[in-house]
């Protein structure tokens, strides 16, 4: 299923959804924040982005990787596209509205009408500052908002740009368009998605906190450098400058040789389940680049086409005592090629 347009009915705006069968369904917008994309989860990442570095993109290749006709017509909702240590990720715009305008079930009913945060919002003057409250609304009682989600809506209420993209949402479903402007936010992010070569082709994303880069409104009087989100935990990491003293560099430089390669190999032995032969050797090349160099987990995890298969194939090197032995190994091996090319540099 895809929300590919917004359609005026009798004067409402309503989402345009084409269904798996092919056909085309209409649905209140006011629920569509419940709508899943089909696209596995498997892969994951943690970035800190600034949202205008995102480019603006037709959703042509994510549609096709959902097995969606690439020339569906009357296509009208956006995505959005960054490059990550040498990834590239594609977030559609549910994902970006469902990550920035929470909590879903309350903002949702006001995103797509004219003025709709003043209609959701009131401004609570405190000493030198501002906050948010909610006003009552005559459709039905609002559920209580935990004080990450009110951060998030003062963010949205006393940023010029956070306001803008808001209001976006309406103007783009207003032309037909599901899509918004992108708030200018340093934003730390998680998202899972399927993996296509050096494609992230993203179907949750988290935006846990949020650093506005533009000042507040002159009324909104002091605000937070920083909003949390989410009480989020970040996906399991090794320390990005992790580097190892004790490895000493081979003749082939941080990766194996070959001959290093055959007196490793046997570690790695043919097993349903179980990583092997040339990708094995490319992982613990990569781990070895890593470690030698002290570059960053996400630069050579994307050498490799991946998120997070190198940082996490060390990690089970480490407990299965497997990367002791090739520590142990190499040492051995480049100290005593080491010595013998110093011996014959003398003779």
């Not at 070569?197 to 009087?221: E, K, M, Y």
């Not at 480049?334 to 013998?340: G, K, L, Q």
Request: charged letters at 20%; one cysteine or more; a positive charge.
């Amino acid at each position: 299923m895809w929300l590919q347009s917004v359609q005026r009915v009798s004067g409402k705006l309503m989402a345009e959804l084409r269904l798996d069968s092919g056909k085309t369904a209409l649905t209140e917008l006011d629920s569509i924040w419940e709508l899943e994309l089909p696209l596995s989860t498997r892969s994951k990442l943690f970035a800190v982005r600034r949202l205008a570095e995102w480019e603006t993109i037709d959703a042509t290749e994510y549609l096709a990787e959902m097995g969606i006709a690439t020339d569906l017509p009357g296509n009208r909702h956006q995505a959005f596209s960054i490059n990550h240590n040498g990834l590239r990720l594609i977030i559609p715009a549910i994902l970006m509205l469902k990550a920035l305008f929470k909590p879903n079930a309350t903002v949702f009913q006001y995103l797509f009408r004219p003025s709709g945060l003043d209609c959701l919002l009131a401004p609570v003057p405190n000493p030198g500052s501002m906050s948010v409250a909610l006003l009552p609304t005559r459709i039905r009682q609002h559920m209580p908002i935990a004080e990450r989600g009110l951060a998030r809506l003062q963010w949205l209420y006393c940023f010029p740009t956070a306001r803008k993209a808001f209001d976006s949402v309406y103007t783009n479903a207003a032309r037909g368009v599901f899509g918004l402007v992108l708030p200018n936010i340093e934003a730390r992010i998680s998202v899972r998605g399927e993996l296509r070569g050096r494609t992230l082709l993203v179907s949750t994303l988290t935006i846990n906190s949020c650093r506005p880069l533009d000042a507040p409104f002159a009324w909104a009087g002091m605000q937070p450098q920083e909003f949390a989100l989410t009480s989020y935990r970040r996906f399991a990491q090794l320390n990005p400058v992790l580097k190892n003293p004790d490895l000493v560099e081979g003749a082939a430089g941080w990766g194996l040789s070959d001959d290093e390669w055959f007196q490793l190999e046997h570690l790695f032995p043919p097993r349903a389940g179980r990583i092997t032969g040339d990708r094995a050797r490319l992982l613990i090349d990569a781990i070895l680049l890593k470690l030698g160099t002290g570059v960053g987990w996400g630069p050579v995890n994307a050498q490799c086409g991946t998120t997070a298969a190198v940082s996490s194939y060390y990690q089970a090197c480490r407990r299965s005592g497997t990367w002791e032995i090739i520590q142990a190994t190499l040492r051995e091996t480049r100290s005593r090629t080491a010595s013998s090319n110093c011996t014959a540099s003398h003779d």
